[in-house]
Structures are given as C-alpha cells and as structure tokens.
C-alpha cells in the first residue's frame, strides 16, 4: 500500500513560483516512479512531470518544459516539484501519482494523492 500527500499550493501571481511536495510511504516493487498531473475545470488530468526514484530519468509536459524542475529526496521519501514563471494557464488542483518507467517514459500507477491548488492570478 502507497499512501501519497501533497502540499504546497497557493495562490500566486503570474510569473511567480510555487514549489510543491509529496510525501510518499510505502513502497512496492511495482511503484519506481513518482509523477506529477494536473487538472484544471472542465479538462481532463494531464501529465505534467516524472522522475524515477534513481533520479533519472525525467519527462516532462512540453508545456512546463524549462519552468517546472521535478526532483525527489530518497531520505525523505519526497518528491518535489518546483514551478517557475508560472502563468494562469497552470491554474489546476495538481496530484502527485506513484507509478513506475517503462523504458524512458512515465507510467501511470494505482496510487494518488488527494492534490493540491494552484491558482494562478494574472
């Protein structure tokens, strides 16, 4: 059983930063991975970030691509998402997802956590 708890949202304004965590316990062999997706009204969730518990490698959403930067503390069982330059259109309830890499991309597993808000102002 992986349990995952995020924190970290807020309200921002436009070309600010936020960083977001999850914390992570347990693990199985199945969960390798840890990502980061997102939700906004009326939209379907999309990935937003990925890194693998090693430390690589990482994807990321073309979108987020050079203002988001995903890392992980394998002490701390956390994985983090720092998001620069943000922009109203990152506005979204963002969840962290355990899931696992097959070969260089993310793969999506069974466990979520409850997500966070991020809402961005212009």
């Known amino acids: 059983q992986v349990t995952l708890v995020e924190s970290g949202g807020g309200l921002v304004q436009a070309g600010g930063s936020l960083r977001l965590s999850c914390v992570a316990s347990g693990r199985t062999p199945s969960t390798n991975a840890m990502g980061w997706f997102r939700q906004a009204p009326g939209k379907e969730r999309e990935f937003v970030a990925g890194?693998?518990?090693?430390?690589?490698?990482?994807n990321y959403a073309g979108a987020v691509k050079g203002r988001f930067t995903i890392s992980r503390d394998n002490a701390k069982n956390t994985v983090y998402l720092q998001m620069n330059s943000l922009k109203p259109e990152d506005t979204a309830v963002y969840s962290c997802?355990?899931?696992?890499?097959?070969?260089?991309?993310?793969?999506?597993?069974?466990?979520w956590g409850q997500g966070t808000q991020v809402t961005v102002s212009s």
């Open positions: 890194i693998s518990w090693g430390g690589v490698p990482t």
């Open positions: 997802n355990a899931g696992y890499y097959g070969g260089t991309y993310y793969r999506t597993g069974n466990y």
